[in-house]
């Protein structure tokens, strides 16, 4: 069944549009209103479905197409594919994005329609309405991850704490090396002194000899 404060809200809109209140119009605006975004027929009918709203399709299709008329909802122009219709609140174009069809509103500069005029003329202007297409954030991202794996390893907070114990690792090595490299450097000085010592020894011990010959001589 529709939500209690959703079907209200759905009737004060329809009182304040002046249309007739019926249950196909208050089901269809309150799933609008439910949905958010920008929604096909069949999307609306789907949720009243799951809601538990036994509305048929044919009616489903009529409601919107009645609360367009009287402009309580309206078609995003988003281009080919079906008919996307939204809640009407204040006037915005759309942003399609070409990699996943993410519709997005971009706001009007002006607020209100027609926000633009053609050159020439054509007639009556009563709306013009503005596609812009491209590639929404998500998907230049992921883009970008899937062209660069090391830029996204980068922002892992997993990688770059395992970075981090490699480096610590590394640096905890390089101490070990250092500090067993000083202990060699201490032995060698160790032995050198020792053989100086013994050298400065059998000089002494020479030079001893050499006065105890001239003595006996």
Not at 144 to 153: E, F, I, L, Q, V
Request: glycine share 8%; proline share 3%; aromatic share 2%.
């Amino acid at each position: 069944m529709v939500d209690a404060e959703l079907e209200s809200a759905a009737r004060d809109r329809l009182k304040e549009a002046g249309m007739r209140i019926t249950r196909p119009r208050l089901a269809v605006v309150a799933a609008l209103d439910s949905l958010g975004g920008h929604r096909t027929a069949d999307d609306v009918h789907d949720h009243l479905v799951t809601a538990g709203e036994e509305l048929p399709r044919t009616s489903v299709y009529n409601a919107l197409s009645a609360l367009c008329a009287a402009g309580v909802a309206t078609t995003a122009d988003v281009g080919a594919g079906a008919a996307a219709y939204e809640l009407a609140t204040h006037w915005h174009h759309h942003f399609v994005c070409r990699v996943c069809r993410a519709v997005m509103d971009v706001d009007c500069l002006i607020g209100e329609k027609p926000c633009l005029t053609p050159v020439g003329d054509f007639g009556s202007v009563d709306e013009a309405q503005v596609i812009f297409r491209g590639v929404c954030l998500s998907c230049a991202a992921a883009a970008r991850s899937a062209a660069d794996p090391a830029s996204s390893a980068a922002a892992d907070p997993a990688s770059r704490l395992a970075r981090g114990r490699r480096s610590h690792g590394d640096h905890t090595h390089a101490d070990h090396g250092h500090t067993d490299h000083v202990h060699t450097d201490h032995g060698h000085t160790a032995q050198t002194l020792a053989g100086e010592a013994r050298i400065d020894q059998a000089r002494t011990d020479r030079v001893h000899t050499d006065q105890a010959h001239i003595e006996t001589a």
